[in-house]
Each structure stands twice: as structure tokens, then as C-alpha cells.
């Protein structure tokens, strides 16, 4: 027996409405955490958790370091070229930071800069050969007013309430590079080549989310690692070979709303700088002089 225009019409929407819904049942039946975790991939359970503003799993309430405005004091005079290797090598290996020689194309979190380029506009003929030679560390400022997240058109990059951490949701960015633009720093980096490839399996971490090509990453203050209660990988490693060194430590990380904070304190010891501060970015790195 045939079946009518009208019949067949009920049928097939009957079907897609069926296929449609079976999806949406999906998501309601699973964890936020999980079904976003099979939607997109790449991303651990725990990275998703943190993007979303829940503790990962494993982390016990209390265990996690939290502040209103996580800020870093960096101790210029205390740097030198072993410290600034450190905190670039311990950076790039945990986050998976692929290394290329073509400056044009190189991806980089942390980074060595001269004190002309750090700090332009804050220099004249009469300061001291110490500090111009000294090296400069370099990395995201996290600002208070980012530039970069006023200027993304899908919100891949986006402040953290919580803390004020700026960060990089990468199945969101779409590779326009606006917030490259817009970013007065040059604290992010763009993916030509699929860094993935570019990593030995042997040198990768699996706890850190590998990225694509196309997409643009920087520092994230170590989130994931605030999330488990540890401090910023270049803070740790800095610290340990100051303390080796018998100096005071030359990175310093806290809560820049804490008056009792340990960055709050070193910052109202020492006469201090940000970068480009006329811009009104309002930078949450600051330079002990």
C-alpha cells in the first residue's frame, strides 16, 4: 500500500525531529563537564572544569589557590641568564609550547627581552649600566583593562572574574587575530604550523591540552596549576634557584587586593613600573626597578 504526499511529509518530520532531539537528550542526561568535554575534545575534564569556574576533579574544597587579583612582582636586578632559561624552559614543556627558530612564527609564553623594548618610553642616556643590561622577563600582564578581550568577536579570550586572570578558551578562537592587534604588548602568539606536530611525544606533557593550527595562544599565569594549590611554574623554579643563589626570591606572585600579600609587600618596599602604563590597559605585571 502507497504512502501519500501528506503521510510521508508527517513521517520524515516526525524522524528529524527525532534525530534533532536525541543530542539535547544527551546533554541533559550527562555532566555539563562531560558532554562539553565529548562535544568539543582536546581538553582535559579538569581544564574544561577550570574554564567553567568549578574546581577540576580531585581537588578537595580549600585546596586550590584563590585571590581577587592574582598580580606578579618581577625583581629585575635579581634575574639573570640562568633564571630566565629556567622559567622559559619549565613554561614551554608543562604548556606544551612548541619551540621554532623563525621569529616570524615562533610561539612563546614567557620570554627575554632588552630593557629599550620592555620598557619603551622609560628610558634616558643617565640610567644605570646594570639595569640596562639586565635581563627582562616578559609574559602576559593579565590587565585589569584588557584590550584583547574588548576586541574578540567569538569571546575565546576572556577575564576571569574571580581572579582576573585573562585566558584563552581555543575552541573558540577562529584565528582572526584581532586580540593580536589589539594587544599593545605582544604577549600573544599565533599557530602557523599545527604545533602539535612540532612536539616530540616524548617531550609532551598529557596533562596540559595540545593546540592547533590556527588559533593563538600565551601565558595563562598557570591557571591549572592554581586550580591543584601550586603557584606559577616560573614563580617555583625561579624562587628554588634564588634561594640556591642566596637572594631574594625574583618572582613574586599574590593577591594584589591582599594587603598582607607577599606581592602586596615587596611592591610597597620597591619603587616599581608597568609597561605602557598610559595606554589605561592597567597591567597586573609589575617591574621592580
Not at 199 to 206: C, F, Y
Not at 231 to 252: M, T
Amino acid at each position: 500500500m502507497g504512502v501519500n504526499r501528506r503521510k510521508f511529509l508527517k513521517i520524515a518530520g516526525i524522524s528529524t525531529l527525532g534525530v534533532a532531539a536525541k543530542p539535547a537528550a544527551d546533554a541533559l542526561a550527562m555532566n555539563p563537564i562531560e558532554w562539553l568535554d565529548k562535544k568539543l575534545g582536546g581538553f582535559t575534564p579538569s581544564e574544561i572544569a577550570l574554564h567553567m569556574g568549578h574546581k577540576p576533579a580531585g581537588v578537595r574544597p580549600g585546596e586550590a589557590l584563590t585571590a581577587k587579583r592574582w598580580a606578579m612582582a618581577v625583581r629585575v636586578r635579581l634575574i639573570d641568564d640562568e633564571i630566565v632559561k629556567a622559567c622559559v624552559d619549565v613554561c614551554h614543556k608543562i604548556h606544551n609550547v612548541p619551540h621554532i627558530e623563525n621569529p616570524k612564527q615562533e610561539i612563546k609564553w614567557i620570554w627575554e627581552e632588552s630593557y629599550e623594548h620592555a620598557l619603551p618610553g622609560q628610558q634616558h642616556e643617565h640610567i644605570d649600566d646594570e639595569l640596562k643590561q639586565s635581563p627582562f622577563l616578559i609574559l602576559c600582564n593579565h590587565c585589569h583593562n584588557p584590550a584583547c578581550v574588548r576586541v574578540c568577536p567569538t569571546r575565546a579570550t576572556f577575564k576571569r572574574e574571580s581572579d582576573g586572570i585573562v585566558l584563552m578558551d581555543m575552541h573558540r578562537c577562529i584565528g582572526c587575530r584581532f586580540c593580536m592587534a589589539a594587544c599593545p604588548f605582544g604577549a600573544r602568539s599565533f599557530n602557523w604550523k599545527d604545533p602539535r606536530a612540532l612536539l616530540k611525544e616524548e617531550d609532551q606533557n598529557a596533562e596540559y591540552p595540545t593546540r592547533m593550527k590556527g588559533v593563538v595562544e600565551k601565558c595563562n599565569f598557570c591557571a591549572e596549576r592554581l586550580a591543584k594549590g601550586q603557584i606559577p611554574a616560573c614563580v617555583e623554579v625561579s624562587q628554588e634557584l634564588c634561594e640556591k643563589k642566596g637572594r631574594e626570591p625574583a618572582l613574586v606572585f599574590g593577591d594584589l587586593e591582599d594587603p598582607d600579600s607577599e606581592v602586596r609587600q615587596v611592591l610597597s618596599k620597591h619603587y616599581s613600573v608597568r609597561r605602557k602604563p598610559e595606554l589605561g590597559t592597567n597591567p597586573n605585571v609589575y617591574y621592580i626597578l
